[in-house]
């Protein structure tokens, strides 16, 4: 018995994510290349339809698709076109159970946040001031990295969030959550500096950056001014806005160590997603104890 009828009911299934799901080509093509894979594995291992499939043979499908060099990330997807594959063959009565539902891929690694060291941070902000705009980019860059605010914050910000007196700044994030920051004196100053510089540009009377055509700073014009001051300052890293937003955050929790508080700051709904960044003050501790205990070189 040969492979022909997996084939066969997979240009059904194809068929039908085409026609009444409207699905894209592209998504019909990823669906193919996923499930073809799949095939082929079934053939190598002896299996010749789909009815033979049951949990242990997805296991070893999802074995053998490692073994061929797949990433956690590339296998979720392989898995993700079975389950759905085995749902609709369900729906049709060609299968009793989903035999896919009971096997999940390995997670993926958890990229730590890259962040900017805090002298590089200060080359970043030493920014030569000869027009308005590079004042206006100063200005963003310092609240940005004294709040640790989100780009879609900083660019929603109106001059009424602003309490410079108190040096503080009124921000919506997630969920439609308001939160009250202290930004500190150097964002107050630059801040102050734009103010009396913005009305050369006019425009939007609430925001409190504007584009060099009077109306309120998109995001995609602040990734591109911060790239291009990190590449004008000598950074060797790419800076943009999460960037300085991760910095924050580090370095607030290695002065501090008080997680809780930094949750508050960055407006992080759970402690976990705040975790992370336990990760890096580790890193930077575990560097340190490298670099500096005579003990720390084992082996040598």
């Known amino acids: 018995m040969t492979d022909a009828s997996m084939h066969d009911a997979v240009e059904r299934f194809l068929r039908y994510l085409g026609v009444e799901r409207q699905l894209s080509p592209i998504t019909l093509r990823n669906y193919r290349r996923q499930l073809d894979a799949i095939i082929q594995i079934a053939s190598d291992t002896g299996i010749s339809g789909w009815q033979q499939c049951d949990v242990a043979v997805v296991r070893n499908f999802a074995v053998r698709s490692r073994r061929k060099g797949l990433g956690p990330a590339s296998l979720a997807l392989r898995l993700s076109a079975l389950r759905s594959f085995f749902d609709w063959m369900v729906w049709q009565g060609e299968l009793n159970a989903n035999p896919a539902k009971a096997v999940s891929a390995p997670k993926a690694p958890r990229h730590l946040p890259k962040n900017i060291d805090v002298d590089d941070v200060n080359r970043l902000l030493d920014i030569d001031l000869n027009d308005p705009l590079a004042v206006r980019d100063r200005a963003m860059l310092e609240i940005m990295y004294g709040a640790g605010l ?96 991760h910095s924050f955050a580090t370095h607030m929790l290695e002065s501090s160590g008080d997680l809780r508080g930094v949750q508050e700051l960055l407006g992080h709904a759970n402690l976990a997603t705040t975790q992370i960044y336990t990760h890096l003050d580790f890193q930077h501790l575990a560097s340190v104890y490298d670099a500096a205990h005579p003990r720390a070189k084992r082996g040598k």
Do not use: C, M, Y
């Open 150 to 245: 989100r780009l879609s914050e900083l660019v929603n910000l109106d001059i009424k969030n602003l309490d410079l007196t108190t040096g503080e700044v009124w921000v919506i994030g997630k969920g439609s959550k308001e939160r009250r920051l202290p930004i500190g004196r150097s964002a107050v100053t630059w801040i102050e500096h734009w103010l009396d510089l913005r009305g050369l540009f006019g425009g939007d009377d609430d925001a409190l950056f504007l584009s060099k055509h009077g109306k309120r700073i998109s995001a995609r014009n602040v990734q591109k001014r911060f790239a291009e001051w990190g590449i004008k300052q000598g950074l060797n890293s790419h800076v943009h806005p999460h960037k300085l937003r």
